[in-house]
């Protein structure tokens, strides 16, 4: 991994000023060097941080389906990615999934290690850009082991290898062993913890990293951990801190806001959306290319996916049936996302919900749980229809299947449902949620080919090109 993490981060270095007094004794003209807390505090702005560009994702989720003669002219990549290849990239290919978060990583461990000592700062103002850093490394691998290594499994994860745990922001650095999952996912616990009671309680911005936003991603990583008891308390903080916040952060109201609303006017493209600083449902602002939405044809919403939605549900605006810029309706009903050009991948207001709704119906708090998803569904069509079905409300399996069946309604085709499916495939009681056949239909809506998901395709291989250049280093089976 020397070469790919770390000849993408020696250009940083040159920019960010990764050189010390003692290598270099005068300022190089034209260079700057973080001396100042208000130096280390603006990396923080690094329109790196807020790219991550990681888009397989997108087209591994079990809603999605693939159309041809449109599949056809994809890149080998992201056909590969669809049918759950083993191999995404050639060996002299860099992989998105590897160069930005690492880049990312590069960031923030200059800034935990070498604020403190920072000019012209207070110890207050310090600390609270060190917890930033802090939470925002621990967001970045999150990410990184929910690609690149098996989902977490508390039987197996201290010997599963992970990722490799960087802490130093030194471009020459050249052993990158791997952690296993546990480790990594107790650095992230850890990280997290010594955050919180750093981070602001009300967001200074959307793109910087607040106590809400730490609060929900601590629960996630619990919620991925499968332990749900302790990821309860976190969203509770989360959920206040949103409601107190007056910074606004809030969920849109679909029935009004495609009109004269802030997500007006809708397009051929979708919705107006809000770029990634002015959405006001993000909590934390990443955001990843939408590989395939907007202007593709090739990848779909499964017919199965579509059956989800209500014929109120508005979520339907973002979703088109026939192909762009014009032609015949898609066949079996599937329809293409076309909005967001660029999904949000941080921390979003809809994911705290319906977190939170999930955990209570796995902890036998169905009132708080429908409380928590019928306060989403209300703002995604008509109050009459809003309503969790009794049954389903009175019957613990049913009300979480139906919670998962909303997350997909939700994040449909935003690569949002790859990382469940992750979460549930080791899950002895919701398991059977996960669909493990994607499907290539003909343009006339018979289906072309099958393509069946193993245990192993949850897990991407390492890159080629990582493995060339670190030849010790254990690749995914």
């Given at each position: 991994?020397?070469?790919?993490?770390y000849?993408?981060?020696?250009?940083l270095?040159?920019?960010l000023?990764a050189?010390?007094k003692?290598?270099?004794?005068?300022?190089?003209?034209?260079?700057?060097?973080?001396?100042?807390?208000a130096d280390?505090?603006?990396?923080?702005?690094s329109?790196?941080l807020?790219?991550?560009?990681?888009t397989?994702?997108?087209?591994?989720?079990d809603?999605?389906?693939?159309?041809?003669p449109?599949?056809?002219?994809?890149t080998?990549?992201q056909q590969r990615?669809?049918k759950?290849?083993?191999t995404?990239y050639?060996?002299?290919?860099?992989?998105?999934?590897?160069?930005y978060p690492?880049?990312?990583?590069y960031?923030?461990?200059?800034?935990?290690?070498?604020v403190?000592?920072?000019?012209n700062g207070?110890?207050?103002?310090?600390?609270?850009?060190?917890?930033?850093?802090?939470?925002?490394?621990?967001w970045?691998?999150?990410?990184?082991?929910n690609?690149f290594?098996?989902?977490?499994?508390?039987?197996?994860?201290?010997?599963?290898p992970?990722?490799?745990?960087?802490?130093?922001?030194d471009v020459?650095?050249g052993d990158?062993?791997?952690?296993?999952?546990?480790?990594?996912y107790?650095?992230i616990?850890?990280?997290?913890?010594?955050?919180?009671?750093g981070?602001?309680?009300?967001?200074?911005?959307?793109?910087?990293m607040?106590?809400?936003?730490?609060?929900?991603?601590l629960?996630k990583t619990?919620?991925?951990?499968?332990?749900?008891?302790?990821a309860?308390?976190?969203?509770?903080?989360?959920?206040?801190g949103i409601?107190?916040?007056?910074y606004?952060?809030?969920?849109?109201d679909y029935?009004?806001?495609?009109a004269t609303?802030?997500?007006?006017p809708?397009?051929?493209f979708?919705?107006?959306?809000?770029?990634?600083?002015?959405n006001?449902?993000?909590?934390?602002?990443?955001?990843?290319?939408?590989d395939?939405?907007?202007l593709?044809?090739a990848?779909?919403?499964?017919?199965?996916?579509?059956a989800l939605?209500?014929?109120?549900d508005?979520?339907?605006v973002f979703?088109?049936?026939?192909?762009?810029?014009?032609?015949?309706?898609?066949?079996?009903?599937?329809a293409?996302?076309?909005?967001?050009?660029?999904p949000?991948?941080?921390m979003v207001v809809?994911d705290?919900?319906?977190?939170?709704?999930?955990?209570?119906?796995?902890?036998?708090?169905?009132?708080?749980a429908?409380s928590d998803?019928?306060?989403?569904?209300?703002k995604?069509?008509?109050?009459?229809?809003?309503s969790?079905p009794a049954?389903?409300a009175?019957?613990?399996?049913?009300l979480?299947?139906?919670?998962l069946?909303?997350?997909?309604?939700e994040f449909?085709?935003?690569g949002y449902?790859?990382?469940?499916?992750r979460?549930?495939?080791v899950?002895?009681?919701f398991?059977?949620?996960v669909?493990k056949?994607?499907?290539?239909?003909t343009?006339d809506?018979?289906?072309?080919?099958?393509?069946t998901?193993t245990a192993?395709?949850l897990?991407?291989?390492?890159?080629?090109?990582?493995?060339?250049e670190?030849?010790?280093m254990?690749?995914?089976?």
């Amino acid at each position: 991994m020397k070469h790919t993490i770390y000849s993408t981060l020696f250009l940083l270095a040159l920019t960010l000023g990764a050189c010390k007094k003692s290598f270099l004794e005068i300022t190089p003209s034209g260079k700057v060097i973080a001396e100042t807390t208000a130096d280390y505090d603006l990396l923080l702005n690094s329109l790196t941080l807020g790219n991550q560009f990681m888009t397989y994702a997108q087209a591994m989720g079990d809603e999605m389906a693939a159309i041809e003669p449109y599949f056809g002219g994809t890149t080998l990549q992201q056909q590969r990615a669809f049918k759950w290849e083993s191999t995404i990239y050639e060996r002299e290919e860099d992989a998105p999934e590897i160069m930005y978060p690492t880049t990312a990583l590069y960031i923030y461990n200059k800034i935990i290690n070498e604020v403190s000592d920072s000019k012209n700062g207070s110890d207050a103002q310090k600390n609270e850009v060190k917890a930033e850093a802090l939470a925002g490394r621990a967001w970045t691998y999150l990410q990184l082991i929910n690609i690149f290594a098996k989902p977490y499994n508390a039987s197996t994860a201290s010997a599963d290898p992970g990722f490799p745990i960087i802490r130093e922001a030194d471009v020459t650095m050249g052993d990158f062993p791997r952690s296993t999952v546990k480790e990594v996912y107790d650095f992230i616990i850890k990280d997290l913890q010594d955050a919180i009671p750093g981070l602001r309680p009300v967001p200074l911005h959307r793109f910087r990293m607040s106590r809400p936003a730490a609060e929900a991603l601590l629960a996630k990583t619990y919620l991925f951990m499968g332990n749900f008891t302790e990821a309860l308390p976190h969203l509770n903080n989360a959920m206040a801190g949103i409601a107190a916040s007056t910074y606004p952060v809030i969920l849109y109201d679909y029935n009004t806001a495609f009109a004269t609303g802030p997500l007006a006017p809708v397009t051929e493209f979708g919705p107006s959306i809000p770029n990634l600083y002015n959405n006001q449902e993000s909590l934390y602002s990443r955001q990843t290319m939408g590989d395939w939405t907007s202007l593709t044809n090739a990848l779909l919403l499964r017919p199965e996916t579509m059956a989800l939605y209500g014929a109120s549900d508005q979520r339907r605006v973002f979703t088109r049936n026939n192909p762009f810029p014009g032609g015949a309706a898609f066949p079996r009903n599937m329809a293409q996302r076309v909005a967001p050009f660029s999904p949000i991948i941080g921390m979003v207001v809809p994911d705290v919900y319906l977190m939170r709704a999930e955990v209570r119906a796995r902890l036998n708090d169905l009132t708080g749980a429908v409380s928590d998803l019928e306060a989403l569904r209300v703002k995604r069509m008509p109050a009459a229809d809003a309503s969790v079905p009794a049954p389903v409300a009175a019957d613990r399996a049913s009300l979480v299947k139906f919670i998962l069946e909303e997350r997909i309604r939700e994040f449909a085709a935003l690569g949002y449902r790859w990382f469940d499916m992750r979460r549930l495939s080791v899950d002895p009681e919701f398991n059977g949620t996960v669909n493990k056949q994607h499907i290539l239909y003909t343009a006339d809506g018979n289906i072309s080919q099958t393509f069946t998901l193993t245990a192993d395709r949850l897990t991407f291989k390492l890159p080629p090109k990582v493995l060339f250049e670190n030849p010790g280093m254990q690749d995914n089976p």
